[in-house]
T-cell receptor, first 114, second 115 residues
């Protein structure tokens, strides 16, 4: 068990470009979550998957954001036509879906939009 | 609906002193409560969690928290601060929500430890 991993760790892009982030959850976890964290704030929920099904999306997830988990394993989060307001840390977490369903977080991807 | 209020965006203590980080919650259902720690440019690490068993919960690195329903509080304590405890601490509350327990986080408290 190597924990939740995310790639890349840092991404710098110009406004208007598209970016894609990847998250690999803990192998036996069937639930996967995406959060956004801005400076001085706690993580804010964006969306979550159970296996390959996307079960909930926050109102924070605008039409420019899309997330997929095609085979129920890794997930990608794409942001189209990035804006400066998208600059944040994007965190991924996974959970087993059992018991207290505790979430375990990855190291995050820090996005800077110039 | 659920929410968390962390009192104090910054807490400063001397090495060896008591650490007390405050968290008050609001929840319409019996809550699960969590404390996470975040070091610079890293993800969140679970310190401890309350899930309706013992009200005094012990976590990693010598931290503990006590669930007080009458005060709707879940304050985090550590008897003696260490320099390595300097980090951002987040309190979170969750409850059943469409089959998953998605936590709502507070804004965080930055713990500063002076030598």
């Amino acid at each position: 068990d190597t924990g939740v991993s995310q790639d890349p760790r840092h991404k710098i892009t110009k406004r208007g470009q598209n970016v894609t982030f990847r998250c690999d959850p803990i192998s036996e976890h069937n639930r996967l979550y995406w959060y956004r964290q801005t400076l001085g704030q706690g993580p804010e929920f964006l969306t979550y998957f159970q296996n390959e099904a996307q079960l909930e999306k926050s109102r924070l997830l605008s039409d420019r954001f899309s997330a997929e988990r095609p085979k129920g394993s890794f997930s990608t989060l794409e942001i189209q036509r990035t804006e400066q307001g998208d600059s944040a840390m994007y965190l991924c977490a996974s959970s087993s879906g059992k018991g207290t369903d505790t979430q375990y977080f990855g190291p995050g991807t820090r996005l800077t939009v110039l | 609906a659920q929410s968390v209020t962390q009192l104090g965006s910054h807490v400063s203590v001397s090495e060896g002193a008591l650490v007390l980080l405050r968290c008050n919650y609001s929840s319409s259902v019996p809550p699960y409560l969590f404390w996470y720690v975040q070091y610079p440019n890293q993800g969140l690490q679970l310190l401890l969690k309350y899930t309706s068993a013992a009200t005094l919960v012990k976590g990693i690195n010598g931290f503990e928290a006590e669930f007080k329903k009458s005060e709707t509080s879940f304050h985090l304590t550590k008897p003696s601060a260490h320099m390595s405890d300097a980090a951002e601490y987040f309190c979170a509350v969750s409850g059943p929500r469409g089959g998953s327990y998605i936590p709502t986080f507070g804004r965080g408290t930055s713990l500063i430890v002076h030598p």
